[in-house]
């Protein structure tokens, strides 16, 4: 069974300071990985998809990295915003696995 | 240019029913992809259409089927309604093989 795991389930952060969470996955024939933004009562929006080891990417304040071989991705966001409240899904495969997610609440 | 847009936005049924979910693709997009989000759970993948074919199947019972039609729409069919299959049921489409996949707002189905 193939689990995605994503770190915390909940999280608080104080407008203007900078947050990180995690994203594991087997790491065994693995194809890509996907971050997602999902604001409340929207669609989930395309952040990243990563492919290779090693890659970083990034996007404004939001930047991601991806280890293939020990199987993680951390997000990472800088000077939150309360427009950065959402719950963050990561996923793995084209038919994407995803985790639970991991909600964000950024406290003015 | 609309994006994924899934219709109806809510519905309610009781056990035993059958319910019908419709999905346009956003303009240029052949591939589309269905998946359910229980309570408190994430997006669990049912399964992708192309070239109005099933391409790849999640670990869903036969209740659960689909169509692709020629203009790339999709119908997500779910027979013998259970309470369990209450859930937010999300559309997604793409272009075929490649990894972004854009993704409509969902339906509610509630059953009772």
């Known amino acids: 069974i193939l689990n995605v795991e994503q770190s915390p389930q909940s999280l608080h952060v104080q407008e203007g300071d900078s947050t990180n969470f995690t994203c594991s996955f087997p790491s065994s024939n693995f194809y890509a990985l996907h971050w997602y933004r999902w604001e409340t009562a929207k669609s989930p929006e395309a952040l990243f998809v990563m492919t290779l080891n090693g890659d970083e990417k990034k996007k404004g304040r939001i930047s991601a990295t991806l280890n293939t071989k020990e199987g993680y991705s951390y997000l990472y966001i800088k000077g939150s915003q309360p427009e950065d409240s959402a719950t963050y899904l990561c996923g793995r495969d084209d038919k994407i696995i995803f985790g639970k997610g991991t909600r964000l609440h950024i406290l003015p | 240019d609309a994006g994924v847009t899934q219709s ?7 056990r035993g029913q059958q319910v019908t979910l ?12 269905w998946y359910q989000q229980a309570l408190g759970q994430g997006p669990q993948f049912i399964f992708q259409y192309y070239e109005e074919e099933e391409r790849q199947r999640g670990n869903f019972p036969d209740r659960f089927s689909g169509h692709q039609f020629p203009n790339y729409s999709s119908e997500l069919n779910v ?4 309470l369990g299959d209450s859930a937010l049921y999300l559309c997604a489409s793409s272009l075929y093989n490649r990894n972004i996949q854009y993704f409509g707002a969902g339906t509610r189905l509630s059953v009772l």
């Open chain 2, 8 to 14: 109806p936005t809510h519905l309610i049924k009781t």
């Open chain 2, 22 to 33: 419709r999905c346009s693709p956003k303009s240029g997009h052949d591939t589309v992809s």
């Open chain 2, 79 to 82: 027979n013998a309604l259970l």
